[in-house]
Structure formats: C-alpha cells, structure tokens
C-alpha cells in the first residue's frame, strides 16, 4: 500500500532524506530527471538492554540527536528506497552490533524493530500495511519482541477470539481489523495456558488509526527490562 508524506511533512522529510542521508540533489531538472523515490522507515528499539544504541541506514545516523533507549521509537523517517544497508552500534561507537541488508520498495512504510538481548542482538524488518481501515475500524498488529516469553497471542476486550495467536518470538500477525473505542483493553496471552502475561488498559484505538502492539522485554528480569505490552500508532494511513 501506499505510503505518501503530506502537507508540512513533506518537507521534513525531505531534508532528512537529503541532508542526513547526505545524498546530493540535481542542481537543475532536464528531460532525463526522475523524482526521488522514498520509503517511510520506524525504528523500534526493542532489546532488552539499559545500554543506548544507535542505528543507521548505509552510513547516517538515524536516531539524529535522540538517546535510543528500550522502548523508544523514531519515525516514520524517509529514506531513499533501494537497497540500503542498516546497522545496529553502542551509542557514539561504530562498531556494528548487528547489520541487515534490505531492500525498500518506495511509497511503502516499514519498522525496523532491534531485538533480542544485547549479546544476541538482531535487527527485524517489517512491512507496513497503511491501508487506512474501513470507517469505525482501526487496525491492530502483534509482534512477539519477547526473547525468553514463549509463543504469545493478543485479545482484544476480552473477545472469544483472538486476534493475534501463537506467535513465537520474532513473529507477528497481518494488521487486523477491530472496532474502534474510547477505552479498549488488550491482553497478551500465553499460547499453551490463555493466561494474560501483560495487559495495556484504557487504550483508546481511534477511528481510521493503525497500531503495532509488541511484547517486550524478559520474563527473568524486573524493573525496565522486564516482560511487558508496549503500543505505538503509525502516523500516515492512506
């Protein structure tokens, strides 16, 4: 689906993408010229770690005057599409953690989620269906983030079914469809037992929204770095 930067966006967008991508633009247009092709581009930091990170795209900082902690998220940012190389490092220090090559088609949003724990870290890349839902709706997707949580599923207020199911880590369900709410309740379950393991209350999913729900975090550890539902909405549906 389309992913398309509007109104004062664009420009915002634009210059992240010439100045921190630190790519050159045509000093005229001629009969050759050929618009710029961008992708939109979140970035989750979902490893379980207290360290600050850093991520890049080819060479450029994505995370540009931003302390890169668990749970925090970037974007949507544009980036040239095609082939670009990303890079997960320890903040100020270039040695990669974990690289990924990827190709990003253009006018399509996607997350770049870094996962697992510090030792072990990777990097997922997901793409984004911003298909702006149908009226009343709003669009939901799970992802398990959660190293050591076990295969996972996502309820919605409770509903008979579920709308995510037995998702081991590192995958994730299609964007689903709900009704839209003021105060919606989402509960992660464990896939064996149906026992809730984390709850995010009073949500208010909005009409025409789309959100990602992650699980993050470790069920050994408390505090920060513990198990826990985190949400973000993405912020262009067309």
Avoid: W
Wanted: aromatic share 8%; hydrophobic share 40%.
């Amino acid at each position: 689906m389309n992913f398309f930067l509007k109104h004062k966006t664009i420009a915002a967008a634009l210059t992240f993408s010439l100045l921190s991508l630190g790519l050159a633009s045509c000093s005229k247009l001629d009969n050759n010229y050929e618009p710029i092709q961008v992708s939109g581009l979140n970035v989750i930091q979902a490893s379980p770690t207290t360290e600050l990170l850093d991520v890049y795209v080819d060479n450029n900082k994505a995370n540009q005057n931003v302390d890169f902690e668990f749970g925090n998220k970037i974007g949507y940012l544009s980036a040239f599409s095609g082939n670009r190389v990303f890079n997960v490092t320890k903040k100020n220090n270039l040695t990669s953690l974990k690289s990924l090559q990827y190709t990003l088609k253009p006018q399509l949003g996607y997350s770049l989620f870094v996962a697992n724990t510090l030792e072990n870290i990777e990097l997922l890349m997901l793409e984004d269906n911003l298909e702006k839902p149908a009226a009343g709706k709003a669009k939901i997707r799970f992802v398990n983030l959660s190293p050591d949580g076990g295969a996972l599923g996502l309820n919605v207020n409770g509903a008979a079914t579920d709308l995510a199911t037995n998702k081991a880590f590192k995958e994730f369900s299609t964007f689903e469809a709900v009704d839209a709410a003021e105060s919606a309740t989402l509960n992660i379950k464990n896939a064996t037992s149906g026992a809730v393991e984390a709850t995010l209350t009073g949500v208010k999913l909005e009409d025409g929204k789309i959100y990602t729900v992650y699980a993050k975090g470790l069920k050994a550890n408390t505090g920060d770095t513990g198990f826990a539902a985190k949400m973000f909405v993405h912020s262009n549906a067309n």
